[in-house]
Nanobody
Framework: QVQLVESGGGLVQAGGSLRLSCAAS????????MGWFRQAPGKEREFVAA????????FYADSVKGRFTISRENARNTAYLQMNSLKPEDTAVYYC????????????????WGQGTQVTVSS
């Protein structure tokens, strides 16, 4: 089992930056892919970014490409999402997730989820 805890959310003005962290316990993250997803009120959960087990491969949703960066530190059992040039439409609850054997953008393939952290971007 893997327990994931997100942190780093908050209120920021448009154009600002936040860094989300996802700390894992219960098992090492070094063998799993990690993903970040978000869900705004009244909308479906959507993919944001994913990183493979070693950190050598990443990919992003078009809406965040060039603004967000996903990374991981397996030695610290932690994944990150650096968010720059934030826009009001980035407002959502952000979730990190881990997958034993899947590296992709489909949320239903991820085995473990954090509780989420709220990100609010004011205009």
């Amino acid at each position: 089992q893997v327990q994931l805890v997100e942190s780093g959310g908050g209120l920021v003005q448009a154009g600002g930056s936040l860094r989300l962290s996802c700390a894992a316990s219960g098992r090492t993250l070094s063998s799993v892919a990690m993903g970040w997803f978000r869900q705004a009120p009244g909308k479906e959960r959507e993919f944001v970014a994913a990183i493979n087990w070693s950190g050598s491969s990443t990919f992003y949703a078009d809406s965040v490409k060039g603004r967000f960066t996903i990374s991981r530190e397996n030695a610290r059992n932690t994944a990150y999402l650096q968010m720059n040039s934030l826009k009001p439409e980035d407002t959502a609850v952000y979730y990190c997730a881990a997958s034993d054997g899947y590296f992709g953008s489909s949320w239903f393939h991820y085995n473990y989820w954090g509780q989420g952290t709220q990100v609010t971007v004011s205009s």
